[in-house]
């Protein structure tokens, strides 16, 4: 499962929908790899699951591929269902 451990967030970086790229791994310490929005809101929807870990105090969070009102993709942490601000918490690049 790929865990995703930094972020990058285009202004004002304050919502979910602004995350435009991340930086995952294979395993929580592994190789890090950069893809797009839409390359991990694709593999999501595809059926494979990605979860956030943050390396300061090793939280993770199900990852979801989401759509916005006017049709835009973004990926979210959720818990329960809900959206969290986990993906905001990681470390951006």
Known sequence: MPFIRYVRVAEPGTDNEHVVEVRHSAITTGPLRS???DAIHTAI???TPFRT???????????????TPTGARYIAAIDGG????????????
């Open 35 to 37: 893809e797009s929005i």
């Open 82 to 93: 809900r959206e969290t601000d986990d993906l905001l918490r990681l470390p951006r690049y």
């Open 53 to 67: 870990f943050n390396e300061r105090n090793h939280n993770q969070r199900d990852v979801a591929a989401r759509i």
């Open 45 to 47: 929807r595809r059926g």
